[in-house]
C-alpha cells in the first residue's frame, strides 16, 4: 500500500475520489491540503474533513492551502448551484480539529518524514503543489509523481478549447508542467469519458449503507439527467482510479506546456502532438478510459462501507 | 460560370489549385493576385504568370500584393527546399507583362466593376484579403464569400496546433474572421486528407500531355513518397475543388476566432466547438474530405490539356 | 510651398491643425483621408468638409477611410460630449460632394502622380496610412516622411502610460513603426504642453471674421476653463505646426515600437532611450513646445482670414 | 529597534543594505532567506553568509529560498563581469552551519513567532516573497509592510521601461503588488540617484578598518568609473536607508500594476500616475533620494566597525 498526498476542492467530484482513496487496498491517503476554484477556502476545508467523518478516516490531516490562485483573482462562480459545495447530502458535523499547519506546510512536512518519494494526487486547480514545488526544491526528490486532473487536447469546459482547473490558475499549471517531476494529467478529453447514467445513481441508492446513500444523494444533486444527449460526467475520481487500476486508461506521453499569455486561450494546454518542437515529453497524458470498470470501481467501492 | 478572384502564393501546391480552377466549367478566373509566405513577392508574381502561361490563360491579369505579412517580418523559409517556389519542373518564361496595379487594387477594381457579388479564394497567407477588407467597406457588399486555407482544429503544422498560413499573418486572419463577411475555411485538419500517392503520380505521368508532366514533376518534387507512414498531403487546391464541388467535403458552421497574443498559441484557430461564447458562427469549417473524388478531380482535369 | 496629405478625425482638435495648414504659405494640402476613432465614419468625413467650407477650399477632395480599427472594434466613446464631433458652433452646409475614392485609395493616387515624395500628416489614428503602406509597397518611395499624433513616453490619457491614438489601432501603430519610412511623432508627453488658457480663447473672440468666431466657439465648447490645476490641452494641431515651424519644437531621435499585446500595455509606445536594444532610431520624437509660438501662431493664422 | 527579515540576491549591492541594517540602531535582520537572479542559489546564499562573517553577526540565520522564479527559466547571465556574486574582496569563510529550513519557511517561523507585525525587505526579485505571501493567508497579519527594490516608473535597466528585478519574475512582483499588502517600492528612477563617486570610494578607502576595506575592494570591482557621463549606480541599499532614515526620500502613493504579458513590456511597472484607472493607491514608490546623505550614511555605518 503506497502513502499519498490528496490535494482537493471538495466538491461532489471530489468526494468520489476521496472515497475511492479510502476504500483503496493500493493507495493511503496521509495528508489532504484543500484548495480554492469556485468555492470560499472555508467551506472547502469543511467539506473535506465532512467527507472525512462520513467515511470514518478522521486520522487525516487536513490543512487549508492557498487563498487564491497565483494571479487570478478569486472568484465564487456566480452561476454555481450550491452553496457550500457539497449541497444535496447529509454530513455529518466533523468531530476533529483542522490541522493548524498551512497546506504547502503539511505536504511539505509529509513529503520530508516520509522514508519514500510520494505520489501527490491533484483534483482541483494545481496552486498549492505548484507553491510546494517552487518554494521548496529541496523536496523534489521526495515527489514520485504528480497525478493531476486537468487540461484539455481538444474540448474545454471553461472557454473553447481551455479546461476549467487550467484556466483557474494557468501560472500554477505552468509551473508544475515545466518543474521536470513526473506529471500525469488526466485530460478533460478523458474525463468526458466517465459517465454516470442514472442507471448508476440507482444502483448506488440500491447499496444499503450510509456512504452509498450519500453518493447517490450528490449524484442526483449534482447531475441533470434529463437530456439524454448531456450525460453527466464524473471528472475528479479518474486521478484516484488511475493510482487504483491503471490499466482501465490509455495514454501518451506528450512534450506540453500552458499559454499563460493570450486573449483568447489564457490557461489552454498545448500539446506537441506531431513532435514539432524537438522536446522531449514531460507529462503522460490520459486519453481514453473504460468507462465500464470506471464506473464498477465506484459502486464495488461504495459496497465496501 | 460564376467568376472568382484568386489571392495565392504558388507554390506546388497552388499550381493545382490554378489548374483545376481553370478546367472548371464552375468557375473562372478574373483575377490574380500574389501574396509571401516564404518566398519572395518577385518569386511569387513570376510563378503565377509561369503557370498561367503554360496553362494557356495569359489573359489573367497578375498584380502584386502586400510585400509581407501585417506585422510579422517576412522571412524566407530556412529550410526550404525549392528556390523559385516552383522547383522541379519547366515552365514556360511568361509572354504577358504582369499587371500594373497592386494585388489589392486589382482586387478592388474587380469587385467594383462586377455586376455581381463574386468569391474570393484564398490559397495562402490572408494579408492581401485583410488589407482589402480594411480598405475597402465600401466593397463589403460585393464580396459574396472568402473561401480560405488555414487554421487547424486540432493539429497544426508550424507550431503545436498552429497553421502555417494563419501563424504567418494572425492579425490578418483576425480580420477576416471578425469581419462580418461569409467564411469558408479549408482548415489543415481537413486538407491532411488530401494525399497524393506514388500510384497517383504515376497515373499523372501516365497522361500524355504537358501539363500532366509538368504536375508529375511538380509532385516529385515536392513529396517525398518514401516513407508510407508520412503520406504526401497537398493543401492548397482544397479551395478551388469547393467551389467546383463543395459536395466531397463535410463541414460544420461555428463561432471562431483567432489568437494574435500568446507566447505559444499566437496563430491559433479557436473554435467554439461547444458553443461555450453564445456568439453565432461566422464560419464554415471544412473538416473531412472525400479524397477519391478529389484526386479524381485533380487527374480528370489534367486529362483535358 | 509642400504639397502634403493630411488623414484626420475631426474634431474639435483638428479643425486647428487643418486651419493652421490651410493658411500657412509653407505647406499645401492636396487631399484629405478621414479615420475613424470616437466618431461614425459618416460624420468624420462630413465634419471635414463643413470645415472645408467654412475655410474656402472646397477644392480639396475629401475622401473617407476604413470604417474601423484594424482588429479592435469601433466604438463610439460613451461619455463623449458632442453629437457631431464638432458641437458648440455652426459651420456651413458643404456645397461640394465627397471623393468617390476610397481614403487609400486617394491617398494612393495622390501618391502615385505626385513628382516628389510627399509628407503624410496624421492627427488621429494611424489605421489609413497603415493600410496605405502595407498594401503598396510600390509607394514608399514616394512618402518623404510621416507626422503623426500618437504615442506616450511617460504619460498616457486612455490608459497608464497608453496614449489614445495608439490605444484605438496598435497594431496600425505597430505597421507603421516597423515600416522603414521616416516618422516624426508628436508624443502626448509634448502636446500637453500646447495650452490654450481662457485668455487665449479670448484673443480668438476678439479677432472680427467669422474663422476666429468659429474658432472661439469650438473652443468654448471643447475646453473646461474653470480649473486652473487642469490647463486646456490642444492635441493635433502641433503635427501641422511641426510642418510649418519646427524650430518651435525640440525633439530626439529614437528606436521606437508598440506594444499590441499584454493586459496592460496593449498599445503602449516603447522607447528604446537608453539605447538597451542596440537597434537603430527609426523616429523623431517631439518632447517639447514653445506654446507662446504655438499660441501665436494659431491667432496669428486666424487674423488672416 | 524593530526586528525585520531580508530577502536578498548579495551581491556587491546586496552587501551595503546588509552592512547598514547590521550597524544601525533602528532596525535589527532577525533573518534572511536568499533568492536568485544571475548567480546559483548556492553562491548567493554562500555570499550571504561570508558577509555575516565578517560584519561579525554569525547568528542570524541564512535560509537558501527558491532555485528560480516562478515561471521564468533561471539563468546565470551571461555577460556577468564575476564568478562568485561577491568578487573582488576576500571573504572569510563562513564559521556556521546555513538554516536547515527552506527560505520560505524560515521566514513564515520568523513571522509567526514574533509577536508584533514585521517589515520584510527585499533587495533582489521577489520571488521567495511572493511564495510566502501565496503559501501562507494566515500570516498576512503578521506582515507590517513589505519594502522592495524593483519596478521603473519611466527608466529601465534590462529592457526599454523594465527594470532588471521585476522582469526577472513578472509573476511574482504581480502577487505582491496584489495582495493588499503595504508597499514601499525602491523604484530604479530613485535608485539611479544613489550614486558612488571615485571620491566616495576614496573615502570608504581612507576609513581604517576591515569591512570599509572590503567596501572598497567591492566598490572598486563593481564600479567603472572611467566615464564621468556615466555614474556608478548603488541599487539595493536604498531599501535599508529608507528603514533608517525615511525623511531623505520623497515618493508618493500610486495604484500599481506589473505587465506579465506582452511582447515587450513583461515587468513593466504600470503605474497610475494620472488617476486614470479609479483605484486606490496599492503602494508608495519612492521617486528621488538624497544622494549626499545616502553616501555620510554609508560612510558613518562603515566607519563604526
Ligand atoms: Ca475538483
Ligand atoms: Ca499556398
Ligand atoms: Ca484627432
Ligand atoms: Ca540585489
Not at 490541522?99 to 482541483?124: C, F, N, R, V, W
Request: charged share 20%.
Amino acid at each position: 500500500m503506497k502513502n499519498i498526498i490528496l490535494d482537493c476542492d471538495p466538491g461532489h467530484e471530489d468526494f468520489f475520489g476521496l472515497m475511492l482513496a479510502l476504500t483503496s487496498t493500493e493507495i493511503n491517503i496521509q495528508a489532504i491540503s484543500t484548495t480554492v476554484a469556485y468555492q470560499t477556502p472555508e467551506n472547502v476545508q469543511k467539506n473535506a474533513m465532512k467527507a472525512l467523518e462520513l467515511l470514518g478516516r478522521t486520522d487525516i490531516p487536513v490543512a487549508r492551502g492557498a487563498a487564491k490562485p497565483l494571479i487570478e483573482p478569486f472568484g465564487l462562480a456566480d452561476n454555481w448551484r450550491d452553496f457550500t459545495g457539497l449541497d444535496g447530502a447529509n454530513f455529518p458535523i466533523p468531530s476533529f480539529a483542522p490541522s493548524q499547519l498551512s497546506g504547502i506546510d503539511l505536504m511539505a512536512k509529509t513529503l520530508s518524514e516520509s522514508a519514500e518519494p510520494m505520489t501527490i494526487a491533484i483534483s482541483g486547480p494545481v496552486t498549492n503543489v505548484a507553491l510546494l514545488v517552487a518554494a521548496h526544491p529541496e523536496l523534489h526528490a521526495k515527489i514520485e509523481q504528480i497525478v493531476l486532473m486537468g487540461g484539455a487536447i481538444n474540448t474545454g469546459n471553461r472557454y473553447p478549447g481551455v479546461e476549467y482547473n487550467f484556466s483557474i490558475d494557468p501560472e500554477a499549471a505552468k509551473i508544475l508542467l515545466n518543474s521536470g517531476l513526473p506529471i500525469v494529467m488526466a485530460t478533460r478529453d478523458m474525463t468526458e469519458q466517465g459517465i454516470i447514467t442514472e442507471a448508476t445513481v440507482a444502483k448506488m441508492r440500491a447499496i444499503d449503507n450510509p456512504v452509498a446513500q450519500v453518493a447517490a444523494d450528490l449524484m442526483e444533486n449534482y447531475g441533470d439527467f434529463s437530456d439524454p444527449d448531456t450525460p453527466v460526467v464524473l471528472n475528479d475520481p479518474e486521478v484516484i482510479a488511475y493510482l487504483i487500476d491503471p490499466m482501465m486508461f490509455t495514454g501518451t506521453d506528450y512534450y506540453v506546456d500552458v499559454e499563460t499569455q493570450g486573449q483568447l486561450t489564457r490557461g489552454r494546454l498545448v500539446v506537441d502532438q506531431n513532435d514539432m518542437t524537438g522536446n522531449l515529453p514531460n507529462a503522460k497524458l490520459l486519453t481514453s478510459l473504460d468507462n465500464d470498470r470506471f464506473v464498477a470501481l465506484i459502486l464495488d467501492s461504495l459496497a465496501t462501507y
